[in-house]
């Protein structure tokens, strides 16, 4: 297949499933007719899919009985139209070696990889841990909570505040479990997405001359302009500086910090240097060294979706993700799976035993869940 870019590959699958937005299908006809290379791979793809297939089986989403025949080897039904297109997408993929939008797999043999599993924590709830050490749960349900100066306002899935004395200072802490994602508004304004199993330190007023939080984990910021007190953001061996704009932070790992700026412009600070960020690119930070590279938003904040897309990447990713939005830890029995690299998707809004069904389908890992954990075998 001739290398092509991510979205690119997202056109070519989405035009051969009828999954494409009415802008993209205009994105696929001006590539088509304007790019050979974009070309030549359409032609290759409708080449090594199954004449039955492309003839027929594109056109017959919405028959569900004629989407039980193409996917017997699947063994799973599909009951509308958004599943038969991921469904078809997958197989699709696996014909053609593609990453797509679809509950897929495709195994890459590659280097080996070292397993890393995040933690599993025991709460269910949002947790606010005040400076004074009391933890406030912040449940589901929309509730006001007064704690001294301070009122709550948590709507299940956002929490804003108001401080009537300012003597209430101190850093406090709050901490997103598993399967969850929470939205917090700062006292300047500045907002901060969080993923599953992060935690924010944060005062509940900010100086006139700085502003600063601690973040662990994976967070979208989307930062109050303020010329005259900057942002710094501390991660656990670098830091962010800004003024005022929106990128992610993911520090999953412990030795790889990625910033990616979505507007405006950015100072990281890491390993006894600082290096400039500009709007589009990314910087990819070891401990040591620094990358700066291109990225894709869409791939990049899939998460506030309850997507992880998976570009080569190692079974201890996989492994970290299904701990972090499942609450199941990975146990690896055959080391053979650490040589191979998976692309595809993992949607956090569908059952766990459809994803670990997939994946013994299509990338022949057999796994047995027994309770919290999951055993590849």
């Not at 919405?62 to 063994?75: G, N």
């Not at 958004?82 to 699709?92: F, G, L, Q, S, Y």
């Not at 280097?111 to 005040?130: D, E, F, M, Y």
Request: glycine share 6%; aromatic share 10%.
């Amino acid at each position: 297949m001739i290398n092509m870019s991510e979205y690119h590959q997202h056109l070519l699958l989405g035009k051969v499933t009828h999954a494409l937005s009415d802008d993209e299908v205009v994105e696929f006809e001006n590539l088509l007719s304007g790019d050979r290379e974009f070309e030549l791979a359409y032609k290759e793809l409708i080449s090594k899919l199954p004449a039955s297939m492309v003839e027929t089986g594109f056109k017959k989403m919405d028959d569900t009985s004629e989407w039980r025949d193409l996917a017997s080897e699947l063994k799973r039904k599909a009951g509308n139209k958004r599943m038969v297109v991921k469904r078809i997408a997958a197989m699709a993929a696996v014909f053609i070696g593609l990453f797509c939008i679809g509950w897929y797999l495709l195994a890459v043999n590659n280097r080996p990889g070292k397993a890393t599993l995040s933690l599993n924590s025991n709460t269910a709830n949002v947790q606010l841990k005040l400076a004074n050490g009391k933890i406030i749960q912040l449940t589901n349900n929309k509730e006001m909570i007064k704690t001294g100066a301070i009122s709550l306002d948590n709507d299940g899935n956002n929490l804003s505040f108001a401080v009537n004395d300012k003597k209430e200072s101190g850093i406090n802490t709050i901490y997103v479990p598993t399967g969850k994602d929470y939205k917090i508004t700062l006292s300047d304004g500045s907002e901060i997405w969080m993923n599953a199993q992060t935690t924010l330190s944060f005062p509940f007023y900010f100086s006139d001359s700085v502003r600063e939080v601690t973040i662990h984990g994976e967070a979208y910021c989307k930062i109050a302009k303020n010329k005259e007190s900057p942002f710094i953001l501390h991660l656990p061996e670098s830091t962010v500086t800004v003024l005022g704009t929106e990128f992610n932070v993911n520090t999953y790992l412990p030795d790889k910090t990625v910033v990616s700026l979505m507007e405006g412009k950015v100072n990281f600070t890491g390993g006894g240097s600082t290096q400039s960020l500009e709007r589009g690119k990314q910087i990819v930070f070891d401990g040591e060294n620094f990358t700066k590279n291109d990225f894709n938003s869409r791939t990049v904040l899939s998460w506030q979706q309850g997507i992880f897309y998976m570009d080569e990447a190692n079974i201890a990713e996989i492994a970290d993700v299904l701990n972090r939005w499942f609450g199941v830890t990975v146990i690896v029995e055959n080391p053979d799976l650490y040589k191979k690299r998976f692309a595809g998707i993992i949607d956090k809004k569908l059952p766990l035993n459809d994803f670990l069904s997939d994946l013994n389908a299509i990338a022949k890992i057999t796994s047995v869940q027994k309770g919290s954990e999951v055993h590849f075998k």
